[in-house]
């Protein structure tokens, strides 16, 4: 999704710019675009590319921009094709220049008005309405600030924005409201960025705005005013680097070195967070023991992947502490009318904490009568973190890749540990034994990792193939849904999930010599039922790529290749079970030629509705 740079500082910052939006990059993007003021020239010049971050780059080769202040901007698509005149930043009159992330919904309205009074627009953007009421507003004499204050007053919608003036070379303003924006503090030069990951060449040290706060950004100076036009004081944090670094390392891509991180992260999560056996109540926050003690119930809303970390965690909730789950995607539970049950607690999941379905959704629940709000979450200082009561981090580091892996299984593990400190007040006996389980997840994780060279094999039964259908049963059920998702975004195979069990109930209608069937079998109780349900694929001439362990007793044959898993403790196995299913992805995706960590049509973080 878009993504915002700008920098003020007494060195020549397009260098920085341009590494900003590099690292930008795994969020996707269509084009890009970068506006500097020159101090010889004293005008705002600018170079604006479609496609990758590379094509602007070589724009500037050709048409350099050096100056002390500038913006930057990597576009996704939402109003106006990708093409240079749609992308970032929309200048008005040459004097100001904007880059914007998010969406104007009233922007029709306001470009109309704007037509009206003579302004031309040369973009099909609904940001170009914003850099011109700006425009307006100076042009009538307000300051730079009261413009901009002004302006956002009239916008509906969600933004990030970054504005820069080019009579007022001295300062660069940020204001946002529903996308994130930080600002990153230097000495003697200050940042501005969407995501603290674009900025960490240049410094550690973060400001993160809060909704409504407008900044007034120069080289030695950062003064903020929150929502009401009032003086505030926002914390200077140091950033976590966490575990894992922003690089890919010795490895191809991005997806496959988050893959072999697994082991490292499931011990990271599980760090410091566990003693003597048991979970530690206060790594939710202080307050957590007191409102776990009143949960009756429990509302999961998460989008794409983090919605299939919260549909095993039904599962684990519901059979270990014994109290009802619902689980839904964002993006619906946001405009549903919710009945809000007393004693409900309301998890959100979300590997960025930026994610505008999540974080609207829970605006929607805090609203309502919940008895406090729970997020998992890899980005420490995210939105959806610092809007939620408590907190537990997924501990995953930085994952690039557009396709999560790493995320999901940190989430499963958190999941885990929040659904034994519910299942605790359930008299649940077992906590120790589980909490062993999960100490032992890292080993098993680097043993299912060591099945690479025959997923690999297997892939290549997948290139020509147009559809395929997985299937689990159970809390490998939403394994099956993440592999498909997995599967769909990198290699663009069309890829569904059924529950197993509903084959016959329709899908098996489509199974032929040309719908690869992948099945998803860990020894469980409903692994016979399973197999049943896989004979009948077989007796319809479907091939099936199964991913079992011993217990299985499955002989591969012409109709059947089988991966077999190690044992590993039921409850676990949805953990496990991801990582082949990823390493599947990866293969075929790469056998395919596909850009694999950002695939066509998708970004990183969803900033927009
Ligand atoms: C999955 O591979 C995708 N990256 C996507 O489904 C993602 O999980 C979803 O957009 C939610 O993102 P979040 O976890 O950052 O909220």
Same mark, same amino acid.
């Given at each position: 999704?878009?993504?915002?740079?700008?920098?003020?500082?007494?060195?020549?910052?397009?260098? @920085?710019?341009?590494?900003?939006? &590099?690292?930008?990059?795994?969020?996707?993007?269509?084009?890009?675009?970068?506006?500097?003021?020159?101090?010889?020239?004293?005008?705002?010049?600018?170079?604006?590319?479609? +496609?990758?971050?590379?094509?602007?780059?070589?724009?500037?080769?050709?048409?350099?921009? $050096?100056?002390?202040?500038?913006?930057?901007?990597?576009?996704?698509?939402?109003?106006?094709?990708?093409?240079?005149?749609?992308?970032?930043?929309?200048?008005?009159? %040459?004097?100001?220049?904007?880059?914007?992330?998010?969406?104007?919904?009233?922007?029709?309205?306001?470009?109309?008005?704007?037509?009206?009074?003579?302004?031309?627009?040369?973009?099909?953007? %609904?940001?170009?309405?914003?850099?011109?009421?700006?425009?307006?507003?100076?042009?009538?004499?307000?300051? /730079?600030?009261?413009?901009?204050?002004?302006?956002?007053?009239? #916008?509906?919608?969600?933004?990030?924005?970054?504005?820069?003036?080019?009579?007022?070379?001295?300062?660069? !303003?940020?204001?946002?409201? +529903?996308?994130?924006?930080?600002?990153?503090?230097?000495?003697?030069?200050?940042?501005?960025?969407?995501?603290?990951?674009?900025?960490?060449?240049?410094?550690?040290?973060?400001?993160?705005?809060?909704?409504?706060?407008?900044?007034?950004?120069?080289?030695?100076?950062?003064?903020?005013?929150?929502?009401?036009?009032?003086?505030?004081?926002?914390?200077?944090?140091?950033?976590?680097?966490?575990?894992?670094?922003?690089?890919?390392?010795?490895?191809?891509?991005?997806?496959?070195?988050?893959?072999?991180?697994?082991?490292?992260?499931?011990?990271?999560?599980?760090?410091?967070?566990?003693?003597?056996?048991?979970?530690?109540?206060?790594?939710?926050?202080?307050?957590?023991?007191?409102?776990? %003690?009143?949960?009756?119930?429990?509302?999961?809303?998460?989008?794409?992947?983090?919605?299939?970390?919260?549909?095993?965690?039904?599962?684990? @909730?519901?059979?270990?502490?014994?109290? *009802?789950?619902?689980?839904?995607?964002?993006?619906?539970?946001?405009?549903?009318?919710?009945?809000?049950?007393?004693?409900?607690?309301? @998890?959100?999941?979300?590997?960025?904490?930026?994610?505008?379905?999540? !974080?609207?959704?829970?605006?929607?629940?805090?609203?309502? %009568?919940?008895?406090?709000?729970?997020?998992?979450? =890899?980005?420490?200082?995210?939105?959806?973190?610092?809007?939620?009561?408590?907190? !537990?981090?997924?501990?995953?580091?930085?994952?690039?890749?557009?396709?999560?892996?790493?995320?999901?299984?940190?989430? #499963?593990?958190?999941?885990?540990?929040?659904?034994?400190? /519910?299942?605790?007040?359930?008299?649940?006996?077992?906590?120790?034994?589980?909490?062993? =389980? #999960?100490?032992?997840?890292?080993?098993?994780?680097?043993?299912?990792?060591?099945?690479?060279?025959?997923?690999?094999?297997?892939?290549?039964?997948?290139?020509?193939?147009?559809?395929?259908?997985?299937?689990?049963?159970?809390?490998?059920? $939403?394994?099956?849904?993440?592999?498909?998702?997995?599967?769909?975004?990198?290699?663009?195979?069309?890829?569904?999930?059924?529950?197993?069990?509903?084959?016959?109930?329709?899908?098996?209608?489509?199974?032929?010599?040309?719908? *690869?069937?992948?099945?998803?079998? $860990?020894?469980?109780?409903?692994?016979?039922?399973?197999?049943?349900?896989?004979?009948?694929?077989?007796?319809?001439?479907? &091939?099936?790529?199964?991913?079992?362990?011993?217990?299985?007793?499955?002989?591969?044959?012409?109709?059947?290749?089988?991966?077999?898993?190690?044992?590993?403790?039921?409850?676990?196995?949805?953990?496990?079970?991801?990582? *082949?299913?990823?390493? /599947?992805?990866?293969?075929?995706?790469?056998?395919?030629?596909?850009?694999?960590?950002?695939?066509?049509? #998708?970004?990183?973080?969803?900033?927009?509705?």
């Amino acid at each position: 999704m878009c993504g915002i740079v700008g920098a003020i500082a007494g060195r020549n910052i397009s260098a @920085i710019l341009l590494e900003g939006l &590099k690292r930008l990059e795994y969020r996707g993007y269509d084009s890009a675009g970068m506006a500097v003021y020159s101090a010889e020239t004293e005008l705002l010049d600018h170079v604006k590319r479609v +496609g990758k971050v590379a094509e602007l780059e070589a724009g500037l080769e050709e048409h350099p921009l $050096p100056g002390h202040l500038g913006i930057a901007h990597t576009r996704w698509a939402t109003h106006g094709k990708p093409e240079a005149r749609n992308a970032h930043p929309h200048l008005s009159s %040459d004097r100001i220049a904007i880059v914007h992330n998010g969406i104007i919904e009233n922007y029709v309205a306001l470009k109309e008005e704007l037509i009206a009074e003579g302004y031309t627009f040369i973009s099909d953007t %609904d940001t170009e309405v914003v850099t011109h009421l700006i425009y307006r507003a100076v042009a009538k004499g307000s300051s /730079l600030e009261q413009a901009l204050r002004e302006t956002v007053e009239r #916008l509906e919608g969600a933004y990030a924005l970054a504005v820069i003036d080019q009579q007022q070379p001295d300062r660069m !303003l940020a204001t946002r409201m +529903g996308s994130p924006l930080v600002i990153g503090v230097g000495i003697e030069e200050n940042f501005i960025a969407s995501d603290p990951l674009a900025l960490l060449q240049v410094t550690d040290r973060f400001i993160y705005l809060e909704e409504g706060d407008l900044a007034l950004i120069s080289q030695g100076q950062i003064a903020i005013e929150d929502g009401s036009g009032n003086l505030a004081v926002r914390e200077i944090k140091q950033f976590e680097h966490g575990h894992g670094t922003a690089d890919k390392g010795e490895y191809r891509h991005y997806m496959l070195k988050e893959i072999y991180e697994q082991p490292a992260v499931i011990t990271n999560v599980l760090e410091g967070r566990i003693h003597q056996g048991q979970v530690l109540e206060q790594i939710f926050g202080s307050n957590a023991s007191e409102l776990f %003690d009143q949960v009756k119930m429990v509302q999961i809303v998460a989008c794409g992947t983090s919605y299939n970390a919260g549909v095993v965690a039904r599962y684990w @909730i519901e059979k270990l502490a014994g109290i *009802p789950c619902m689980v839904e995607v964002a993006s619906e539970f946001r405009y549903r009318a919710t009945v809000c049950m007393p004693g409900t607690l309301f @998890i959100t999941i979300s590997q960025s904490g930026e994610t505008a379905d999540t !974080l609207s959704a829970l605006r929607e629940a805090k609203e309502q %009568d919940y008895l406090g709000f729970l997020s998992i979450c =890899n980005v420490p200082g995210s939105s959806l973190v610092r809007e939620s009561d408590l907190s !537990l981090m997924t501990n995953a580091g930085p994952e690039i890749g557009v396709a999560s892996t790493k995320a999901f299984t940190s989430q #499963l593990v958190a999941l885990m540990l929040t659904a034994l400190i /519910l299942a605790r007040r359930n008299g649940y006996a077992e906590e120790e034994q589980m909490v062993a =389980n #999960l100490q032992q997840l890292s080993a098993l994780c680097e043993q299912v990792l060591a099945l690479d060279p025959a997923i690999q094999k297997m892939a290549e039964h997948f290139v020509d193939k147009h559809h395929t259908l997985f299937l689990g049963r159970g809390t490998i059920y $939403p394994v099956a849904v993440e592999g498909a998702l997995k599967l769909k975004e990198i290699s663009y195979i069309h890829a569904e999930a059924y529950p197993a069990g509903e084959l016959k109930h329709g899908p098996l209608a489509l199974v032929d010599e040309d719908m *690869p069937i992948v099945a998803v079998a $860990p020894n469980n109780s409903l692994l016979e039922k399973l197999l049943a349900n896989l004979e009948e694929v077989r007796a319809r001439g479907g &091939k099936l790529f199964l991913f079992a362990d011993s217990k299985a007793q499955v002989k591969p044959g012409d109709d059947l290749e089988l991966i077999t898993l190690p044992d590993v403790p039921t409850v676990m196995a949805p953990i496990i079970y991801s990582i *082949p299913l990823q390493l /599947l992805a990866y293969y075929v995706a790469v056998l395919k030629g596909t850009d694999v960590d950002q695939p066509r049509n #998708l970004a990183k973080s969803v900033t927009v509705e």
